[in-house]
T-cell receptor
Framework: AQKVTQAQTEISVVEKEDVTLDCVYETRDTTYYLFWYKQPPSGELVFLIRRNSFDEQNEISGRYSWNFQKSTSSFNFTITASQVVDSAVYFCALSDGDSSNTGKLIFGQGTTLQVKP | GAGVSQSPRYKVAKRGQDVALRCDPISGHVSLFWYQQALGQGPEFLTYFQNEAQLDKSGLPSDRFFAERPEGSVSTLKIQRTQQEDSAVYLC???????????????FGEGSWLTVV
């Protein structure tokens, strides 16, 4: 069965702190894709990153980095030197063989990040 | 516009009223998705179109929900005889990919916030 778990419901940090958002997924497929989206108060889901199951290289984009570990079925997201503008709800999502006919996404429950000045 | 556009942004409906939510996907995008996002939850898949064909409607919660995309571009999600449990944000998303292209980036609109009173 497909499932995405974001165990952290809410995280609060002070500006400039580093913060890691956890994501654990379940799938029976060997080919799958993982995503992170950011949802600011405006409601739009903003695409951050896509990784496929064959590429376990960690990725860094500015202050953002992602750690993909197949051994633990995790795809964690770290924000370095957090800023107030990072405050949002962050969603991890999965697309796998069960959804590959459409590419539909299975989302986690989301983690609300609050960055205080 | 450059992104996925949805209207209305906010809709208050009386219980039993019919509503129609519109989505303008990114120009040229073949795939179109509708998701439902309840308060404090992650988005959940409703239905998928490839051009004008509705290839997956497995997520529609009841036969009161109906979606169409007659010319393969603009889509409408219609909810008949609205109930309070239909209150949610309805997100439209589009992707350049066709069917059997898992993992392609899906771009979301800001959503239509429906409140049924």
């Amino acid at each position: 069965a497909q499932k995405v778990t974001q165990a952290q419901t809410e995280i609060s940090v002070v500006e400039k702190e580093d913060v890691t958002l956890d994501c654990v997924y379940e799938t029976r497929d060997t080919t799958y894709y993982l995503f992170w989206y950011k949802q600011p108060p405006s409601g739009e889901l903003v695409f951050l990153i896509r990784r496929n199951s064959f590429d376990e290289q960690n990725e860094i984009s500015g202050r953002y980095s992602w750690n993909f570990q197949k051994s633990t079925s995790s795809f964690n997201f770290t924000i370095t030197a957090s800023q107030v503008v990072d405050s949002a709800v962050y969603f991890c999502a999965l697309s796998d063989g069960d959804s590959s006919n459409t590419g539909k996404l299975i989302f986690g429950q989301g983690t609300t990040l609050q960055v205080k000045p | 516009g450059a992104g996925v556009s949805q209207s209305p942004r906010y809709k208050v409906a009386k219980r039993g009223q019919d509503v129609a939510l519109r989505c303008d996907p990114i120009s040229g995008h073949v795939s179109l998705f509708w998701y439902q996002q309840a308060l404090g939850q992650g988005p959940e898949f409703l239905t998928y179109f490839q051009n004008e064909a509705q290839l997956d409607k497995s997520g529609l919660p009841s036969d009161r929900f109906f979606a169409e995309r007659p010319e393969g571009s603009v889509s409408t999600l219609k909810i008949q005889r609205t109930q309070q449990e239909d209150s949610a944000v309805y997100l439209c998303a589009s992707s350049l990919a066709t069917v059997h292209s898992p993992g392609n980036t899906i771009y979301f609109g800001e959503g239509s916030w429906l409140t049924v009173v």
